[in-house]
């Protein structure tokens, strides 16, 4: 069993920037991958991002490509998402989750955080 514990959501201005940070905790796989998922109020849960743990290989959605950078750090067993030039439709929860392997897919992933909120204002 997998535990993640999100953190570092806030308020912020449109235009400005947040790290997301993903602690991971207990039994791992040698080879699993950390997703970024994201559900704003009224929709659906998106992909967001993900990478693999071992090789660092990364996907992005189109909507965040090039603003938001997801990395990991396998001594600390913490992933990150750098969120910049934040525009106001990325506000939503956002998600931490862990799975076997790298998709953008949700249901390839059957470990979940609590989430944590962003907003970004106008």
């Known amino acids: 069993q997998v535990q993640l514990v999100e953190s570092g959501g806030g308020l912020v201005q449109a235009g400005g920037s947040l790290r997301l940070s993903c602690a991971v905790s207990?039994?791992?796989?040698?080879?699993?991958?950390v997703a970024w998922f994201r559900q704003a109020a009224g929709k659906e849960r998106e992909f967001v991002a993900a990478?693999?743990?071992?090789?660092?290989?990364?996907s992005y959605a189109d909507s965040v490509r090039g603003r938001f950078t997801i990395s990991r750090d396998n001594p600390r067993n913490t992933a990150y998402l750098q969120m910049n030039s934040l525009k106001p439709e990325d506000t939503a929860v956002y998600y931490c989750?862990?799975?076997?392997?790298?998709?953008?897919?949700?249901?390839?992933?059957?470990?979940w955080g609590q989430g944590t909120q962003v907003t970004v204002s106008s």
């Open positions: 989750a862990a799975g076997e392997r790298l998709s953008t897919y949700r249901g390839q992933y059957v470990s």
């Open positions: 207990g039994r791992t796989l040698s080879s699993f991958a």
């Open positions: 990478i693999t743990w071992r090789g660092g290989s990364t």
